[in-house]
Each structure stands twice: as structure tokens, then as C-alpha cells.
């Protein structure tokens, strides 16, 4: 095997373990089917659409079913270009709309989901998880009337300012501090 095919080996596999492949053929990072959190490689788990189903009805409030139909379009709409495996499941639950089917072997169906360890770990206890979309963490879109107005202006209206600082520092022995600052605003 040449350098070059082992640098292409290594970079496939580091792909392999950062994004998931969905039904279309493109990447895209694991988000849980039921928090919408983005996961991190240790983080990810996947369940099987069967064993999902039996342990469904966990994520169906009465709360969930009060909601404006702005709203449940939100977690549910996104679906219909999507795998079928989500549309099936996506009548009467909210779900993460950046979430997608994989497949649990590599030449089989889509018929597995990406979730997080802790919602994973609830479902099957029977509990509802604590970030779960279906525990009231929606918000739908915002209202056409602030999605028109310009950065600047939606700038005016925020309650809350967020800045940070970001410091880059890097040396060791015998050699000089060299730094970085950013201020954010």
C-alpha cells in the first residue's frame, strides 16, 4: 500500500468516526434523533427503528399534542425528503429535524438511529429524557417579522449580548511565548 493510499485509508476512517452518511449519500455530523444535540464521537449511539418504536411512546405528551401546528411543522415537516424509516415515526413525536437514519451494517437498510447515550439510557428505562425535544426544549422559527430584519437591527432588539475571549498561548522551554487574542462581540 503506497503513502498515498494510506493517507486516504486514514482520512476515510476519521470521516467514518466525526460524520454519519444518511440516505442521499452525503455526510453530515450525528445530531440524537431525540435532543438535537450535537454528538460527540463517544457520545454517539445508535437503536434500532424496532426498538425505538416499542419504547415511543415515552416522548408522547399531552403538551406535545397542544402545540401550534407552526411549531410541531418545525420537528416534524422536515421528514418528508427524508428517510421514510423517520417519516413513519414522526406522526405523533418531536423529533430533531438535523437527525438521520444509518444503516447498522454496512451494505444493510437504514434501519438504525443516531441518539445520544442519556437519552438512550432513559428511553429504555421507560423515562422521559431530561433535554428531550418532547420535554418542552422547542422553539420552532422565529416570526417572519424578525427573520426580515438586518443583522444590525436584530442586533438592537437582543436582550442579551454575548462577547468571549479567545487566548492562543504556546511555547515550552527554550523557546519564546507566542500568543493570540480575539475578542468576540
Known amino acids: 500500500m503506497t503513502s498515498k493510499e494510506k493517507l486516504i ?9 466525526l460524520l454519519v452518511q444518511d440516505a442521499d449519500g452525503s455526510y453530515c455530523p450525528p445530531v440524537c434523533l431525540v435532543c438535537d444535540k450535537l454528538l460527540k464521537y463517544n ?7 424496532s426498538d425505538f418504536k416499542r419504547y415511543k411512546d415515552v416522548l408522547i405528551t399531552k403538551e406535545c399534542n397542544s402545540l401550534q401546528k407552526e411549531i410541531k411543522d418545525c420537528y416534524r415537516g ?34 438504525s438511529l443516531i441518539i445520544c447515550k442519556d437519552c ?34 436584530r442586533a438592537f432588539i437582543t436582550p442579551v449580548k454575548s462577547f468571549g475571549y479567545v487566548y492562543v498561548w504556546t511555547g515550552g522551554p527554550n523557546q519564546k511565548l507566542k500568543g493570540t487574542l480575539a475578542y468576540i462581540l
Open 120 to 153: 438512550k439510557r432513559d428511553i429504555e428505562r421507560g423515562v422521559m429524557p431530561k433535554w428531550a425535544i418532547a420535554n418542552g426544549y422547542f422553539f420552532g422559527t422565529p416570526p417572519k417579522c424578525i427573520s426580515e430584519l438586518t443583522e444590525i437591527e
Open 78 to 111: 422536515f421528514l418528508e425528503g427524508n428517510n421514510k424509516v423517520l417519516q413513519d415515526m414522526s406522526e405523533d413525536v418531536l423529533l430533531s429535524p438535523r437527525s438521520v437514519a444509518i444503516k447498522s451494517k454496512r451494505n444493510g437498510p437504514y434501519d
Open 43 to 49: 457520545e454517539k449511539k445508535s437503536m434500532k427503528v
Open 9 to 17: 485509508k486514514i482520512l476515510n476512517n476519521a470521516c467514518d468516526e
